[in-house]
């Protein structure tokens, strides 16, 4: 059962911007951490952004700070990644997950989406 849905991603030129959505219809996302990964092709799954419950902390990796943004609305059940200033080295496949324990490893998120492909052309 998918648990978890990105929207979304796209084709864009370096420089642009793109918004992520992470929507979910069998989840009270106010009871989870939410990360959004990425993994390129060939490359390991790794996190780019995440934020607590309440959204009282965040997480960036250092490739996409000052460029990306996580927010999310609990009334809404939705986590957003606005991504601005994009690169060609963004480009990958992006995953949202929701974690009852931590934030920074993948080990650590319990349900998964089936990812949303970003591109940034150079």
């Known amino acids: 059962q998918v648990h978890l849905v990105e929207s979304g991603g796209g084709l864009v030129q370096t420089g642009g911007s793109l918004r992520l959505s992470c929507a979910t219809s069998?989840?009270?996302?106010?009871?989870?951490?939410v990360g959004w990964f990425r993994q390129a092709q060939d490359g390991e799954r790794e996190v780019v952004a995440a934020?607590?419950?309440?959204?009282?902390?965040?997480v960036y990796a250092d490739s996409v700070k000052g460029r990306f943004i996580i927010s999310r609305d609990n009334d809404r059940n939705v986590v957003a990644l606005q991504m601005n200033s994009l690169k060609p080295e963004d480009t990958a496949v992006y995953y949202c997950?929701?974690?009852?324990?931590?934030?920074?490893?993948?080990?650590?998120?319990?349900?998964w989406g089936q990812g949303t492909q970003v591109t940034v052309s150079s």
């Open positions: 997950a929701a974690s009852r324990a931590g934030l920074r490893t993948a080990a650590e998120y319990a349900y």
């Open positions: 934020i607590t419950w309440n959204a009282a902390d965040t």
């Open positions: 069998t989840l009270n996302l106010r009871a989870f951490g």
